[in-house]
């Protein structure tokens, strides 16, 4: 039997790129108005670098905001650094993109989540949708709070 293709996380690398990419026009030429980013990441990723009191203060996850007051802007093709002022002291973070937990541009209502990276040894959970019934939909009066994959016929979208 052959390996199973690994859909999840060749999406997640690709999603990072679009990441990646805007973080490298940002670092480029700044951040245009209406525009800024919200990233969240794991504090806890072993090559997250922030300073000791957010770390402690935020063990598991943060976020940032680029909009007006960051400086250095640097992207690599692991991570990226910046430098933020927290109470007047400027402080550099390097953050790895597989640290990542959210992205979003408000201003034009872009987000994206990302699950955890997926290790040598680990398995991902299936990424494989599961087709919504009819019984279990919120309309024909299933339970509302579970979550389940839903079947996309492209062939709607395209013109006649």
Do not use: C
């Amino acid at each position: 039997m052959s390996p199973s293709i690994p859909y999840g996380i060749y999406a997640r690398e690709a999603l990072l790129g679009v990441v990646r990419r805007v973080l490298k026009e940002a670092a480029r030429g700044g951040i245009s108005p209406p525009h800024h980013f919200y990233i969240s990441f794991r504090t806890d990723h072993e090559q997250t670098l922030v300073p000791d009191f957010l770390k402690q203060a935020h063990p598991d996850q943060t976020a940032i905001v680029l909009r007006h007051q960051f400086w250095d802007l640097s992207v690599e093709s692991q991570g990226f650094s910046v430098v933020l002022s927290f109470n007047g002291t400027k402080e550099t973070l390097f953050i790895p993109f597989n640290a990542l937990t959210g992205f979003s541009d408000p201003s034009v209502k872009f987000s994206l989540q990302f699950l955890p990276e997926f290790g040598e040894g680990t398995e991902a959970p299936d990424p494989s949708p599961s087709p919504q019934t009819p019984d279990a939909s919120p309309e024909a009066g299933g339970p509302k709070d579970e979550k389940k994959g839903q079947i996309v016929d492209f062939d709607s979208f395209r013109k006649k």
